[in-house]
């Protein structure tokens, strides 16, 4: 008769067993699918571009090559571009997909799902592909804080997830659908996901924003300093639900407002580096306004004459951070020039820390997101394919 001890461990290794099968099934499936069409539930993160090397652990580490045989590694894995392919120990690939027991560590951080690695451009390019509610969990306390009300996390996983299936559907022939960064939503994988992430999920799962039963664009920004902007002053188009409301729930934040002073020779460095001919720059005013108050030009005064420089511009040259919003007012102060402003953000949209005070007000998610939406409907993804 077998003792207890070698009935258990013949248990564990036909449970290793299994996982292990079933993991390399997922990605040899990976590697020779992923550039097909995905799965309806699995969304496609740029979470590294123009890397000239990158490092890859795990627990139970596995790796494919772009035929789907496998490839024997060691963990961590050093991966280096190398004449528009990946290199690793000296032998090169077309592509490699990486999947480990619980999640792949790119530089660090951990990631769910797998991680895919090619050359584009000017170097590695890795694509986290992954289940997308699994996603929007990684994502909450990067956008917000899970510490905020659970009617504003709902309110962030629906537009995200609204935002991320849209894009999907603009990029399905591309690489990847998104981008980790502000660019499209901030991502940095599964390390600070916590139980109030994913119940914000969970309980609005598979549900979008929608406007006459179509997908919308969700954007969204941190705060919009007192009224949200309309669509066409930002990207020029006008789109019927995205036409700017009043919002004086986030003035009630911290964020509201912003000061920042920089030197005029500052200023004019970051204004050459951009493209501008701002050589010799002596003052910096306001310009026109838009319909929503924010600021439609900004006048540089240089050696030769007047700049006019669109507000969006200014702030892409001058730096998102530096610069929070285009609601702000300018003055020269003994060779600096002085900002004060309103608002963090492009103002397009979902203010979050409006939704974080209308939640604490007692709106529901679905209030907070036909206020900044008007027009809009939720619906079920799975309904209005």
């Not at 024997?72 to 050093?78: D, E, F, I, L, N």
């Not at 392919?85 to 990486?98: M, S």
């Not at 999947?99 to 951990?110: E, L």
Request: aromatic fraction near 8%.
């Amino acid at each position: 008769m077998w003792s207890y001890h070698r009935v258990l461990q013949l248990i564990k290794i036909r449970i290793f067993l299994v996982g292990f099968l079933i993991v390399t099934a997922f990605v040899v499936s990976a590697g020779r699918k992923s550039d097909a069409a995905l799965s309806s539930d699995t969304i496609r993160v740029a979470i590294a571009k123009n890397a000239q090397g990158v490092t890859v652990d795990g627990e139970g580490l596995l790796a494919v090559r772009e035929s789907g045989a496998a490839v024997a590694v060691k963990a961590p894995v050093t991966v280096k571009a190398s004449r528009g392919e990946v290199a690793v120990d000296g032998v090169t690939y077309r592509r490699l997909v990486f999947s480990a027991a619980s999640a792949v560590q790119i530089n660090g951080k951990p990631y769910r799902g797998i991680a895919e690695i090619s050359f584009s451009d000017k170097g590695l390019v890795v694509v986290n592909e992954l289940p997308l509610e699994d996603y929007l969990v990684g994502l909450i306390n990067c956008e917000i804080s899970s510490a905020w009300p659970i009617e504003a996390i709902k309110a962030q996983a629906v537009i995200a997830r609204t935002y991320a299936i849209n894009r999907r559907e603009a990029r399905r022939n591309a690489l990847y659908h998104l981008e980790s960064s502000v660019i499209d939503q901030v991502y940095n994988g599964c390390e600070i996901e916590d139980s109030r992430a994913r119940r914000g999920v969970s309980e609005t799962a598979g549900e979008v924003l929608t406007y006459e039963g179509a997908v919308i664009q969700a954007f969204y920004h941190s705060n919009c300093g007192g009224k949200t902007e309309a669509a066409e002053n930002v990207w020029g188009a006008s789109i019927p639900y995205l036409k700017g409301v009043d919002c004086q729930y986030c003035l009630l934040s911290s964020s509201s407002s912003w000061d920042q002073r920089l030197p005029l020779r500052e200023l004019e460095g970051r204004l050459r580096a951009a493209g501008f001919k701002a050589a010799g720059l002596t003052d910096i005013r306001g310009g026109a306004r838009n319909n929503r108050g924010r600021l439609k030009t900004v006048i540089a005064v240089v050696q030769r004459g007047d700049i006019a420089i669109t507000g969006d511009q200014f702030r892409k040259a001058v730096g998102y951070g530096v610069i929070k919003s285009t609601n702000f007012t300018v003055k020269v102060v003994n060779g600096d020039a002085v900002f004060s402003g309103l608002g963090n953000g492009h103002g397009v949209g979902l203010c979050q820390w409006g939704a974080k005070q209308r939640a604490l007000e007692g709106f529901s998610y679905a209030e907070i997101l036909s206020y900044y939406y008007p027009g809009t409907e939720l619906k079920m993804l799975s309904d209005i394919r």
